[in-house]
């Protein structure tokens, strides 16, 4: 796991240079930011998260079991596991590029995204969710593929065949 932590260490640095003269990004906080940059991130994963977990359910699968988070009767780990596999293509995708493209992102008074803003990011990630891409040989919705994957990994579980993670191209 040192490995993981180094090369996220390595792509936040990356991505904090693509906006070095946009808006102020040096690092990556996940809970209890105060900066728009990690707070748009923050929104937008909550926005992912909920869809995997719709998903999860749907397939059958139990959320409290998983296989890289260690397991939690209280948080939805599976759900964990199965964001990895779209944060980059869906959610670091839309939030940087609304940040280079310098769409009015902003906090309030309270470092908390301005309703706009949450509203222009929810409307983002959806567009992006809705948007197709190449999957296995033919053009499907992002938000399909999540759930082709939820029902992949619960044949893998029932039938102890192979799981096969999504790999977004850019």
């Known amino acids: 796991m040192g490995y993981e932590g180094q090369c996220a260490l390595n792509y936040w640095h990356s991505l904090s240079k693509l906006l070095e003269d946009k808006v102020d990004f040096s690092h990556r906080v996940t809970q209890g930011a105060q900066d728009v940059v990690n707070s748009s991130l923050n929104y937008a994963y909550a926005i992912l998260y909920s869809r995997i977990q719709y998903h999860a359910v749907k397939a059958g699968l139990s959320l409290h079991i998983s296989f890289l988070h260690a397991l939690d009767e209280h948080k939805p ?32 008074k309270e470092q908390k995204l301005t309703l706009q803003s949450r509203r222009r990011i929810t409307q983002r990630v959806l567009e992006k969710l809705g948007s197709f891409t190449r999957h296995k040989r033919a053009s499907k919705k992002i938000d399909t593929i999540i759930a082709e994957q939820a029902y992949m990994l619960a044949r893998a579980i029932k039938n102890g065949t192979k799981y096969k993670p999504f790999i977004g191209k850019y």
């Open 77 to 108: 780990t599976l759900v964990f596991d199965l964001i990895e596999e779209f944060r980059a293509f869906v959610v670091d995708r839309v939030i940087f590029s609304m940040f280079t493209k310098l769409e009015p992102i902003k906090l309030d």
